[in-house]
């Protein structure tokens, strides 16, 4: 049996060394599926009585002590700050068709805390949400140079449902952003996948939003299945691992980001064919069954974190977020690939072999800076470097 307050006691105490003050101002929490979540909020209640607390359901988490991806898992991020350098919005209620109408809000609430804050952490439901939107939504009411990093919520890679928490209460449809203004402060995102395109192109023929109706005529969600070998009975958590969908990239950024392709994922599909994109996707789009290529994924890796530590100039950072995409972890690899390309990541940010503060998830999907501007992501491994300037 799952003991959700004991687990987030040992984090809290592993955070700030057992018999230590545990209080702070902030406390980010991922679990998956199998806690109590409500036990897991009123505990850290318990334990940071002044703290705001944010968090999500996810598919694995990974930390300082690495990586894992059972139904009992948990980790946080806690943080304290100076007065006004930490501000927190939600909104609840988010949608593919209100995201941007949600995300504005979401700006606004963290304008009116600090109109000096230079990122944002942001985390939202992984169904049935336009992330796309979400971002046009923030920058509206802060900048584009606001850099927005952050991962959507997942459960255990049913796309059935996915939760999200706000201080004392858990959500279902909610979206969160805690907005950062220490100016000492700045943060490096980059993200990568290492999928190939294949095969001939599907066209979106009719779509609303992020609901893709038809493609090539007929129903999304009967093509995409007969594309895959699937049966259209088949549900999104069949299709998850195999089924990463690939739009092409302009040619400006194909370089950067090591791939011709950007990639997305169905999180949701109704019984009528209608299948759920994550982004916005407008008639005429064409989208491309995928593969992995694990030589493709391990070299882009590298070449992902010798570009942060670049930029990071010598610097070790004093904390690292991440979010990876759930099926780049046990649903496509065996555990020596999954735990080798963490230590991909961790090493080369860790200092005489320690690894700073790490707050990592397997969700639905990625924010992280793209061609200097902010992206959505899906399938790939999206790091979060924050270090001192």
Known sequence: MVNS?????????AAFGEGQETDCDLVVIYSSMGHNFQDLLDQARTMAPGARI???????????????????????MAVRGAPGEIAVAHVDGITGSNSYEKSQELGRQLNAQNPEINMIYFMASGI??????????????????????????????????SFQFMDDRVFEHSALAIGFADPTLEVVTRATHGFLATGEAMVVTRSEGNRIIELNGRPAWELYTERLGLP??????????????????????KEEYGNDHILRVVTRRDDDGVM??????????????????????????????????????????????HADCLA???FLFSKVIKDELVHCMQHPLSNEGVVPPWL??????????????????????????????
Request: charged share 25%; hydrophobic share 35%.
């Open 5 to 13: 307050k004991r687990a987030i006691t040992e984090c809290m105490e």
């Open 54 to 76: 944010a968090g999500a359901s996810c598919c694995g988490i990974v930390g300082k002590e690495g990586v894992s991806e059972s139904m009992k898992d948990v980790a946080i």
């Open 128 to 161: 049935d949400i336009a992330n796309d939107q979400c971002i046009a939504g923030l920058e509206s009411q802060l900048s584009p140079e606001v850099t927005i990093f952050g991962a959507t919520s997942a459960d255990n890679m049913k796309g059935v449902i």
């Open 232 to 253: 259209v009975s088949a549900t999104c958590g069949d299709t998850i691992p195999v089924g990463a969908l690939a739009e092409e990239l302009p040619d400006s950024l």
């Open 276 to 321: 759920y994109y994550t982004t916005d996707c407008p008639e005429g789009t064409r989208l491309y069954l995928t593969v992995r290529d694990e030589e493709l994924i391990f070299s882009e890796m590298n070449k992902m974190m010798e570009w942060v530590v670049e930029q990071g100039a010598g610097r070790t950072p004093v904390a690292v977020f």
């Open 328 to 330: 780049r972890g046990r």
């Open 360 to 389: 990592g998830i397997y969700g639905f999907g990625e924010f992280a800076r793209l061609g200097r501007a902010n992206t959505y992501h899906n399938y790939t491994t999206a790091i979060y470097a924050l270090y001192r300037r």
